[in-house]
């Protein structure tokens, strides 16, 4: 199958249609590419003063992503490319993502900094509780600290430890170099004479009914809150995003009221992708309750601008319970394990449920020996997952593998862990999983990158052969010319490998030309788009045929 990255921008392409619109009798532009691509960032985004604040049961999510099929449905049976993209297949920077490590590399100190450490609590005054939230599977406390700086904090459970709190943060840091937007995470250690209840605190409950909060309430949240031989309590601090939120995301369909918001969410190639990097996080709670859209002013603009969040049911970690075995390996419900249960009277044991675990009550339960990225589920079908292809699949893979050993183990170290065989042990596994990764999705493409022109020779990376999954292999190359009105190609006959035939160097300025690179294998290529400007050629597109 072809998966073709868009001529041009979603975000452009709808401008010109409504320009069109406008102005009536102005032809539709036909051309593939323009001048400007490939683009790199999101065009600025329309001015937006409002948009209405919106809130989501975690029970109605789970009952309406189980029992029924949101979104507009593709897959590899009826492939639906990716939106959102640029002619390059390449998720461009804007309010969804900005490209970090996977694009150009971050340094150890950046990594480790993730998306900031320079705003953590005060600790020169009591932190005053303004609301407590008993919704969700971990209760959490918002509070103030002594400048006035918004946090919310959450505790591990009394079974594990440092478990959840080292999740959270370490999953802030892998997300935020993967390219997400995501909050500051802190781990703070404190005494409870630090907490103070502000005049004015409430309590919103399950139900989201809000009442004033008493002294009790907290003091039984804290009951279920471990203590260090101190008497101190451990927590993530999580830094309030700035600007008026106003509720989640979905992983389906657009935010009517965002003129911003025009890729159905269910195509976006940066939610499909997400799955990969959460299957090597273990991150199975990646639910619509934990993003968080907010309102933002940058630059004189307002914009919607979208977060993940909350990631203490990642690593082995289920946030307030080690994570259970089938977690990641099955849906919270399915039919078919149901049915396969009740034909053997539950004499079945999937391969899954006799995986082995260390005791470590740091770790929960995680492990890399019986992963399988390609098999791995979060707790209820996510639309955008379901409808990823191997060209979203071999996007976030190539991010995945673009971390090394140290990298890994020097982010892992950041969770704070007490037991160093708690850090080695995660290390080990992640290492491992993203190896898994690699095998699994590099080699559904092919897998050439990083194209760029030296000398009037096209050159690229191999990452199969880069990171050691293909011994090294010959990649043949098709030169045609290319016409970008009519998008028809002219083979040139000339064999001359990765340098441009001549036809291409004395071609004039303007002029497109395609590369068709493959290594035997029919059913696998990358077409690459070049253009000859002024005194260089500029690759502007690539489209991936598996």
Not at 64 to 88: D, M, Q
Not at 243 to 251: A, I, L, M, R, S
């Amino acid at each position: 199958m072809i998966a073709a990255a868009p001529t041009r921008s979603v975000f452009r392409a709808a401008t010109g249609v409504l320009l069109a619109l406008s102005c009536c009798l102005a032809p539709l532009d036909a051309r593939k590419f323009r001048p400007d691509d490939p683009l790199r960032r999101e065009p600025p985004p329309r001015p937006v003063a409002q948009v209405e604040e919106r809130d989501l049961s975690m029970y109605y999510d789970f009952f309406l992503h189980t029992f029924t099929k949101r979104g507009e449905r593709g897959g590899i049976s009826r492939p639906i490319p990716a939106g959102g993209v640029n002619t390059l297949g390449e998720v461009m920077d804007g309010a969804w993502y900005e490209n970090r490590h996977g694009q150009t590399r971050m340094s150890l100190e950046q990594l480790l900094s993730g998306p900031g450490t320079a705003n953590p609590p005060a600790t020169d005054g009591p932190w005053m509780v303004t609301r407590l939230k008993a919704a969700g599977v971990t209760p959490g406390i918002e509070i103030d600290d002594s400048r006035g700086i918004h946090y919310w904090l959450k505790f591990d459970p009394l079974t594990n430890p440092g478990m959840a709190s080292a999740a959270d943060v370490i999953g802030s840091k892998f997300f935020h170099a993967a390219g997400y937007h995501v909050p500051e995470y802190h781990l703070v250690t404190f005494a409870r004479d630090r907490l103070r209840m502000a005049p004015a605190a409430v309590l919103v409950d399950k139900q989201g009914k809000k009442r004033a909060m008493t002294s009790r309430d907290l003091a039984e949240v804290l009951l279920k809150a471990p203590r260090d031989a101190e008497g101190r309590y451990r927590a993530v601090a999580s830094l309030a995003i700035g600007g008026k939120e106003v509720g989640p995301f979905q992983y389906y369909g657009t935010r009517p009221d965002d003129p911003n918001d025009i890729v159905p969410h269910e195509h976006r190639r940066d939610l499909r992708g997400l799955f990969v990097f959460a299957a090597w996080l273990g991150h199975n709670d990646i639910k619509a309750l934990n993003t968080f859209d907010a309102l933002v002013q940058e630059g004189g603009t307002g914009y919607v601008k979208h977060y993940l969040m909350d990631f203490g049911a990642s690593l082995g970690s289920d946030s307030f319970i080690a994570k259970s075995p089938r977690a990641g390996n099955q849906y919270l419900f399915s039919w078919a394990p149901s049915v396969i249960q009740f034909l053997t009277l539950g004499l079945y044991v999937p391969k899954w449920a006799r995986a082995s675990y260390p005791d470590l009550p740091e770790v929960g339960r995680f492990e890399s020996a019986l992963f399988d990225p390609e098999a791995w589920k979060p707790n209820y079908p996510i639309p955008a997952f379901e409808n990823r292809l191997p060209d979203d699949t071999f996007w976030a893979a190539k991010q995945v593998m673009a971390f090394t050993d140290d990298e890994i183990r020097a982010i892992v170290r950041t969770g704070g862990y007490s037991d160093p065989r708690s850090s080695d042990w995660i290390s080990k596994c992640l290492i491992e999983r993203r190896d898994k990764i690699g095998r699994a999705y590099l080699e559904k493409v092919l897998p050439l990158d990083r194209f760029e022109i030296r000398s009037e020779q096209l050159w690229f990376e191999d990452l199969g052969v880069k990171y050691g999954f293909v011994p090294p292999r010959h990649i043949s190359i098709r030169w045609s010319g290319f016409d970008n009105e009519t998008e028809r190609r002219a083979a040139i006959t000339e064999d001359s490998g990765r340098r441009f035939p001549a036809e291409m160097r004395s071609a004039p300025s303007g002029a497109y030309f395609a590369a068709d690179l493959s290594a035997g294998d029919t059913g696998k290529s990358v077409l690459v788009y070049l253009r000859k400007e002024a005194d260089r050629f500029k690759v502007v597109g690539i489209e991936r045929k598996w």
